[in-house]
C-alpha cells in the first residue's frame, strides 16, 4: 500500500548548517504521525518544506505516490495539502468568516470571477458557516480576524486550513502559546480529525503528542532517529538520551 | 496688480446681460508665464517686463484702465490648457500674453485662438506657427526660433570656421536650433551632440570637445543647463570660441559670473542697444530689480506697447476683431529695439546681432551688441502660411 | 448615523455634486467651470484606477500615469493620422494599455513593496523617453489635436457639457464596477493577497495571476482616462506621463483615503481645487500647499475618506 | 583618441557615481534602519548647496561656506527629524511617501522665497580651479578630481564607521532587524536621530560640494532623488556597500551609455537612425539596467532583509 506521504533522503541546509540530513519518513494514508525533537532540529524546515514554502536541496517528496518536489506551495495545496503556521497567520482585517469562505473559493469553482458579491454566495458561506461553528467560532463571525484572542486564532487556522478539504494536514505547534485551556481545545479538535484525514503534527507538548498521535517520529539534527508507537518512543533509550532526558533533566 | 481677480459668476452673468459694452469698459490682459520650478526666472523676466510698460503706461492700455490677471503654466501644458481656459471664460481676456515655452504655446494656441482672442508671444516662437499652422489671431513680439539660432552659423560661416562643434538638449526646440544652425553653415559638423533634458553635467561632452579640437562650438542650453555647461566649460580649461543661443543670457549671467565672459549669443536685441526709449527701459528695470534685462522682460515690454497702440486705434472697441487685428498689424508703436513691424504671419521683420558677453560700468554682466547679422529679416516660413499680407 | 450609511454618504454626495456642475457652470464661465470639473473627473478616474491597485493589491505603482500616456497618445497618433473615430481610438487606447500593462506587470510582480515602486517606475520612465524621441509626433514638444474624436463620425464631443458628460459617465460606470470587482471573489483575493501573501498561498492561491489581472485592469481604466484627457486637452505631450504626474495620482490616492474607491475622487477634488484656489491666491502658492499636505497626514488618517466615516471594515 | 576618450568618460562616471553615493549612503541607511521612506532627502541635498552658496558669499571663501554648511545642514536635518519626520516612522509608507512630499514642495518654494528663482553661482576656490594633465596629452579639471578624492574617503570613512563601530554595528543590525535592535534595550529614537542627521549630512555635502559646478536652483534635488532611490532599490536597501557599488554602475552605465551606445548601434545601423536610436536609448539606460537587475534579483543586488 503507497504511503499518504513519503519523504525520500530529503536534505536541505543553510549554509553549513544542516537543517534536514536525509530525512526519511513514511505516513500512511488515515494515520496522525507526530514529529518531535528538541529546538533547532529542523522540524518547522520540515514543514516548509513539505508544504512547499522552502525548498529542499536534495531528495523526494511523494504526495500519493507522486512527487511534488517541483511544485510551488499553491500547487500542493491543489492536490490535497493544508498546513498551519507556527506564528499565526491569519488575515487580520477580513471577518472570520471571510477567513474561512476565502479558503473554500479555494478549492470551489474559479476565483477569476469579477462580478457577483463573494460575501452573498451561499455556496461560500454556508461551508464556512459549517466549519465555524465545529470550531466554535459562530459567534465571531462578523468580528475581524485580527481582534480575536489567541486561542481563537489558533481555532481558526485549523478552520482555514481544513476549508480546503486537505488529504493530508500539516500542522506546525499548533499548540505554541496558548493557555491550558485554549491548548486543551485545540486538543479536542484534533481528537475529533483523527482518522478522518492524514495528519503531520510537529509539537513541543509532549503530553498532547502522546495522546494524539498513532505514530511518533524523532527529529535530531536534520535526522530521523527513531519511529514507533507512543509507547515504543517513551521506552526507547536512544529517544531517551537524544532528547525526552534532556527534558526531563 | 490683480492676480487675484476673480469674476466668476455674478459678473459674468452681467457681462451677457449688459452685451459688449460693459465688457468694452477695460483692457484685459492674461498673462501665462512660467512663473514655478527651475525655469521660473525667465517667466518673471517676462512679467516684469509687461508690467514695467504698463506702469509707463499709467497703468492703461489704450487710454482705458488695463485688467491684467496672470496664471503661472508650470511648464505643464495641460496645466496650461485648463489656466488659459480660465483666463478666456472666467476672466474674460482681450489678450492673451505668453508663454516661454515653445511646449506650452503649442497647446495653448489652439483653445486662444478658436475663441477668437489675441495670442501675444513674448518668447516661444515655434516654425510651425510661423507656416502652415499660422493664425490670424496670434502674434510674436519675439522672432522665429530659427532665426536666433541662424545667427550664429551665419557667423561661423563668415569668419570661415572649418569644424563646428554642435551641442543641444535632446528635445524638439534642441533638434531646431541644430537645423537652424546648419541653414547658412556649410563647414563640417565634427558632431551633433545631444544630451538629456535638464542635463546637469556636461563632462562628458567636454571631454569629447577636446579631443576633437573643434575650431568652435555651438550650443543652445537654456537655463540652468546654460550656467552648467558654461561653468564647466571654463573649469575644463577650453578656450574656442563659443556661439550660443538663449545660453548666456542676462536671466542665467548672474550666476555663470565671469566664466561667460566673451562668449558670443545671437539676439534680436541686447542691453546696450542704443536708442533712448531702450536706455530708459534698462535704467529703469535695473533700479526696480536689480537686475540687467533680458530679451524676456524686453520682448514682453514691447508685447504691452503692442497692445497699447492696437487698444488706441480701435478707441477701445475689443469687440471688433477685425479692426483689432488691423490695428495689431500695424504695429504703431515705439519698439525698444528700434524699427518693428508684422510679417504676414504675424513674426516680427527685425534685425539681428551677433551680441558677446561683457561687464557693464556697474560690474553686472549683460550681452553687448557686437555686429549686425541680420537686417529687416522675416523668416522664411511665410510662404507656407495662408494669410494675406 | 450607522457606519454603512456614512460609508455611502461621501460617494453619494460626490458624485450627486460632479453631477450638478454642468448646472451651476451655467451661471459662471461655463467653458471653464467645465474644463476643470472634466479634468478633476478624469484625473479622479486615473487616480481610481490605481487606488484599485494600491488600496486593494497592495501595489504602489509608480509609473500609473504611463497609462495615461498610453490612452492620450492613441488618440494624438491615430488623430495625426487622421484616424477621428472615437471608438478606433478607444480600442487602440485599452488595447496598447493591456499590452503595456500584461509586458511590464509579468516583470513587475516579479518585485515587492519599494522593489515594485522602483520598477514601475522605470518602466513608466522607459515609456516617457520613448515619447519624447517620437519626433514624428512632436517629440518634447507633444502635438495639439486637430479636433476631439467623432462618435460615429458626428462631433458630438465638440460641447464641453458632452465630453463632461461623457467623462463623468465613465467615471460612474467604473467606479460601480471597480465597486463590484472588489466585493467579488477576485477581488477578494486580491485583498487577501495584499494582507497575507503567505496565507493565500497556502490555501491555493497563486497570487500573481491575480495581481496581474488587476494590474491590466487598472492600466485599462486609466488608459481610458487617457483618452479623455487628450480629448479634454486637446493636446498630447510626454508631460502626461511624467513620473511627477504619477506622483500627484498616488497623493490623489492618499490624501483622499486608501482602499476606498470614492476617496481617489476625493483626493483629486481636493488636490486640484486647492491647487486652484492657492495658485489664484498667490503665486507663492506651493509654500502653503506643501505644509497642507503635511498636516493631512499627521492628522487626517485614513485621508478625507478617513476623516468623513465609513472606513470599510 | 577612443581609448584616452573612453578613461575620461569612466573617470566622470566615477566622479558623478561618488556623488549619487553620497546622496544614497544616507537615503539608503534611513530607510533600512527605519523602513522610512524619505522623499525629502534630495532636498538635503539642495538645501546643501544653498547652504554652501550663501556661506561662500558671505565669506568669500569656498572651503569656510563648506566647513559652515555642513554643519548647518546637520542642524536642519535633525530639526526636520525632531519636528516632522519622527511623526513619522510608526506610519505607513504613503503616508510617510505624502508628508515628505510636502516638505519639498515646502523647500523648493521655501529656498525660492529666500534666495529667488535665478540659479545661484558659487566660485571655484582658486587652488583647485583649472585642470592638470593626465594622459595622452589630455587635461581633466582639478575640482572634478577632489571630488572623487572627497567621495572615496567619504565612502571609506563609511565603511570603516559601519563595520568597525559600535554604532556601525546597531546600524547592521538595525538594517536586517529594527526589533530585535530595540529589544537589545538600545535607545532606538536615539540611534534613529543620529542615522538621520548623518545622512542629511552627506546629502547636504554632496550639495555643497556640486555647488561650484552645477547650478544652484530649487528643484535640484528633485531628479536627483530619483536617481539616488534607483541607486539604493539596484543595491538592496540598507546596504552601504550595495549603495557603493549601484552608484558607480549607475554613474557610469548613464555617462558611458551615452559615449557608447550611438558608437556601438552606428555598427548597426545607419548613422543617422544610430544617433536617433541612440538619443532614445540613452536616458533610459538606466532605468532599463535598474528593470533587468530587480528580475534577475527582485531585493537588489545585496539584500539585507530577509
Not at chain 1, 530521523?224 to 537524544?242: N, S, W
Not at chain 4, 554613474?251 to 551606445?261: C, K, N, P, Q, S
Amino acid at each position: 500500500m503507497s504511503a499518504a506521504l513519503r519523504l525520500q533522503g530529503l536534505c536541505k541546509s543553510y549554509g553549513a548548517l544542516k537543517v534536514s540530513d536525509g530525512v526519511d519518513l513514511a505516513i500512511e494514508p488515515g494515520e496522525f504521525r507526530a514529529v518531535i525533537g528538541p529546538n533547532g532540529a529542523g522540524k518547522t524546515t520540515l514543514v516548509h518544506q513539505v508544504s512547499g514554502l522552502a525548498r529542499h536541496d536534495s531528495g523526494r517528496i511523494l504526495l500519493d505516490g507522486r512527487d511534488i518536489g517541483a511544485l510551488a506551495m499553491p500547487d500542493r495545496v491543489r492536490l490535497g495539502l493544508a498546513r498551519s503556521f507556527q506564528v499565526t497567520s491569519i488575515l487580520p482585517g477580513f471577518t472570520v468568516r471571510d477567513n474561512v469562505a476565502l479558503a473554500v473559493q479555494a478549492r470551489s469553482g474559479s476565483s477569476f470571477r469579477f462580478w457577483r458579491d463573494a460575501a452573498r454566495e451561499p455556496e461560500l458561506n454556508e461551508p464556512a458557516a459549517e466549519l465555524l461553528a465545529r470550531f466554535g467560532l459562530a459567534h465571531r463571525a462578523e468580528l475581524p480576524a485580527g481582534l480575536l484572542s489567541y486561542g481563537e486564532k489558533r481555532q481558526l487556522e485549523l478552520a482555514v486550513a481544513l476549508a480546503t478539504r486537505p488529504r493530508l494536514l500539516l500542522l506546525d505547534e499548533p499548540l505554541a502559546g496558548t493557555s491550558h485551556a485554549e491548548s486543551r481545545e485545540v486538543v479536542e479538535r484534533l481528537q475529533a480529525l483523527r482518522g478522518s484525514l492524514t495528519i503531520l503534527l510537529v509539537e513541543h507538548d509532549m503530553e498532547a503528542v502522546f495522546a494524539l498521535a498513532d505514530r511518533v517520529s524523532v527529529l535530531v539534527y536534520g535526522r530521523v532517529i527513531a519511529t514507533g508507537t507512543p509507547d515504543q518512543i517513551r521506552a526507547d533509550p536512544e529517544v531517551r538520551a537524544a532528547y525526552l532526558g534532556e527534558e526531563a533533566a | 496688480m490683480t492676480t487675484g481677480k476673480r469674476t466668476l459668476g455674478l459678473a459674468g452673468a452681467l457681462a451677457l446681460v449688459a452685451g459688449a459694452a460693459v465688457a468694452q469698459e477695460k483692457v484685459k490682459v492674461g498673462i501665462i508665464l512660467t512663473l514655478s520650478g527651475p525655469s521660473a526666472v525667465l517667466g518673471q523676466q517676462a512679467r516684469n517686463g509687461f508690467e514695467m510698460a504698463v506702469k509707463d503706461l499709467g497703468g492703461k492700455l489704450g487710454g482705458r484702465e488695463a485688467e491684467i490677471v496672470i496664471v503661472d503654466d508650470e511648464l505643464k501644458p495641460d496645466v496650461a490648457v485648463t489656466k488659459v481656459k480660465g483666463l478666456l471664460e472666467r476672466d474674460k481676456v482681450d489678450f492673451v500674453v505668453g508663454p516661454i515655452f515653445s511646449n506650452v504655446l503649442g497647446a495653448i494656441v489652439k483653445p486662444v485662438t478658436d475663441s477668437g482672442t489675441f495670442l501675444i508671444s513674448p518668447n516661444a516662437g515655434s516654425s510651425a506657427l510661423a507656416g502652415k499652422n499660422c493664425s490670424p489671431f496670434y502674434f510674436s513680439t519675439s522672432y522665429q526660433n530659427d532665426q536666433v539660432h541662424q545667427i550664429s552659423g551665419k557667423v561661423a560661416q563668415d569668419r570661415g570656421y572649418k569644424r563646428v562643434y554642435l551641442l543641444a538638449p535632446n528635445y524638439q526646440a534642441g533638434k531646431d536650433a541644430m537645423a537652424g544652425f546648419k541653414r547658412d553653415y556649410k563647414g563640417e559638423v565634427v558632431e551633433e551632440s545631444y544630451v538629456p533634458l535638464n542635463n546637469l553635467d556636461f563632462q562628458s561632452e567636454l571631454a569629447k570637445i577636446a579631443s576633437l579640437k573643434p575650431d568652435a562650438l555651438f550650443t543652445f542650453m537654456p537655463g540652468g543647463m546654460g550656467v552648467n555647461l558654461v561653468k564647466q566649460f571654463k573649469q575644463a580649461g577650453l578656450t574656442i570660441p563659443v556661439l550660443s543661443s538663449f545660453t548666456v543670457d542676462e536671466a542665467t549671467l548672474p550666476a555663470q559670473g565671469e566664466a561667460a565672459l566673451g562668449m558670443w549669443n545671437g539676439s534680436n536685441w541686447a542691453p546696450n542697444l542704443d536708442n533712448p526709449q531702450n536706455r530708459k527701459f534698462v535704467d529703469a528695470y535695473l533700479a526696480a530689480h536689480n537686475a540687467v534685462p533680458a530679451t524676456y522682460a524686453f520682448q514682453a515690454y514691447d508685447a504691452a506697447m503692442l497692445i497699447d497702440s492696437a487698444a488706441k486705434a480701435v478707441g477701445g472697441n475689443m469687440a471688433n476683431k477685425d479692426a483689432v487685428r488691423a490695428a495689431l498689424r500695424k504695429a504703431e508703436f515705439t519698439s525698444l529695439r528700434g524699427a518693428f513691424k508684422f510679417s504676414a504671419n504675424g513674426y516680427p521683420v527685425q534685425d539681428f546681432y551677433l551680441t558677446q558677453v561683457g561687464k557693464r560700468a556697474d560690474g553686472k554682466l549683460e550681452t553687448q551688441i557686437k555686429e549686425k547679422i541680420f537686417s529687416n529679416y522675416a523668416d522664411p516660413y511665410v510662404k507656407d502660411c495662408g494669410l494675406a499680407k | 448615523m450607522s457606519a454603512r450609511l456614512r460609508g455611502t454618504l461621501l460617494p453619494v454626495s460626490l458624485f450627486l455634486a460632479l453631477a450638478l456642475v454642468p448646472v451651476f457652470a451655467k451661471l459662471g464661465p461655463e467653458s471653464f467651470i467645465l474644463a476643470i470639473a472634466t479634468r478633476l473627473v478624469i484625473l479622479a478616474l486615473a487616480a481610481m484606477s490605481l487606488d484599485l491597485l494600491i488600496g486593494y493589491g497592495g501595489l504602489v505603482s509608480f509609473g500609473h500615469a504611463a497609462f495615461l500616456g498610453i490612452g492620450a497618445y492613441a488618440v494624438g497618433i491615430l488623430s495625426s493620422h487622421g484616424i477621428d473615430d472615437a471608438l478606433l481610438q478607444l480600442a487602440a487606447a485599452l488595447a496598447g494599455a493591456a499590452l503595456f500593462g500584461l509586458l511590464t506587470g509579468l516583470i513587475a510582480l516579479r518585485t515587492e513593496g519599494v522593489y515594485f515602486i522602483m520598477i514601475t517606475l522605470a518602466f513608466g520612465q522607459m515609456l516617457f523617453f520613448l515619447a519624447t524621441s517620437l519626433a514624428a509626433y512632436g517629440g518634447d514638444d507633444g502635438m495639439t489635436l486637430s479636433s476631439r474624436s467623432q462618435i460615429l463620425g458626428h462631433d458630438l464631443l465638440r460641447s464641453d457639457a458632452a465630453l463632461y458628460g461623457l467623462s463623468l459617465g465613465a467615471l460612474l460606470l467604473c467606479y460601480l464596477l471597480c465597486r463590484r470587482l472588489t466585493a467579488s471573489r477576485f477581488g477578494r483575493v486580491l485583498s487577501g493577497t495584499r494582507e497575507n501573501r503567505t496565507r493565500m498561498e497556502a490555501i491555493g492561491f497563486q497570487p500573481f495571476r491575480f495581481q496581474l489581472v488587476a494590474y491590466v485592469m487598472a492600466g485599462l481604466i486609466a488608459g481610458l482616462a487617457g483618452f479623455l484627457f487628450a480629448n479634454q486637452t486637446g493636446f498630447v505631450s510626454p508631460a502626461t506621463m511624467s513620473w511627477q504626474r504619477s506622483g500627484d495620482l498616488i497623493f490623489m490616492v492618499v490624501l483622499g483615503g486608501v482602499g476606498t474607491l470614492h476617496g481617489a475622487v476625493a483626493g483629486a477634488a481636493a488636490f486640484l481645487l486647492l491647487e486652484e484656489v492657492l495658485s489664484h491666491w498667490t503665486e507663492h502658492w506651493r509654500i502653503l500647499f506643501g505644509p497642507l499636505l503635511v498636516l493631512a497626514v499627521l492628522f487626517a488618517r485614513g485621508g478625507i475618506a478617513g476623516l468623513v466615516g465609513g472606513r470599510r471594515g | 583618441m577612443s581609448l584616452t576618450l573612453l578613461a575620461l568618460q569612466a573617470l566622470n562616471g566615477l566622479q558623478f557615481g561618488l556623488i549619487l553615493f553620497l546622496i544614497a549612503a544616507g537615503l539608503t541607511l534611513i530607510f533600512g534602519v527605519m523602513d522610512f521612506i524619505n522623499l525629502a532627502h534630495g532636498v538635503q541635498y539642495m538645501v546643501g548647496a544653498y547652504l554652501a552658496a550663501w556661506f561662500t558669499a558671505a565669506t568669500g571663501s569656498f572651503g569656510l561656506g563648506l566647513l559652515l554648511a555642513m554643519p548647518t545642514a546637520l542642524a536642519f536635518g535633525l530639526l526636520l527629524e525632531v519636528l516632522i519626520f519622527r511623526h513619522l516612522y510608526e506610519r505607513s509608507h504613503l503616508d510617510q511617501v505624502l508628508a515628505t512630499f510636502g516638505i519639498i514642495i515646502f523647500l523648493n518654494e521655501g529656498v525660492r522665497l529666500l534666495w529667488g528663482s535665478a540659479p545661484l553661482s558659487v566660485p571655484l576656490p582658486e587652488s583647485l580651479s583649472g585642470s592638470i594633465p593626465l594622459f595622452g596629452g589630455i587635461s581633466y579639471p582639478v575640482y572634478r578630481l577632489a571630488i572623487i578624492a572627497a567621495g572615496l574617503g567619504v565612502a571609506a570613512l563609511l565603511y570603516g564607521l559601519v563595520n568597525h563601530t559600535r554604532i556601525g554595528m546597531l546600524v547592521r543590525a538595525g538594517a536586517s532587524n529594527a526589533a530585535m535592535v530595540s529589544a537589545l534595550g538600545i535607545n532606538i529614537r536615539l540611534l534613529f536621530t543620529v542615522v538621520f542627521g548623518f545622512g542629511a549630512m552627506l546629502a547636504g555635502f554632496a550639495g555643497a560640494m556640486v555647488a561650484p559646478i552645477l547650478s544652484v536652483e530649487p528643484g535640484m534635488g528633485d531628479n536627483v532623488l530619483i536617481l539616488a532611490f534607483v541607486v539604493i532599490v539596484i543595491g538592496g536597501i540598507g546596504s552601504i556597500r550595495g549603495a557603493f557599488l549601484a552608484a558607480l554602475l549607475v554613474g557610469l552605465v548613464d555617462t558611458l551609455g551615452r559615449f557608447i551606445a550611438p558608437t556601438l548601434l552606428r555598427a548597426l545601423l545607419d548613422p543617422a537612425a544610430a544617433s536617433q536610436t541612440g538619443r532614445a536609448l540613452a536616458p533610459m539606460l538606466i532605468y532599463i539596467l535598474m528593470a533587468a537587475i530587480l528580475f534577475a534579483r527582485p531585493s537588489g543586488l545585496f539584500p539585507v532583509r530577509r
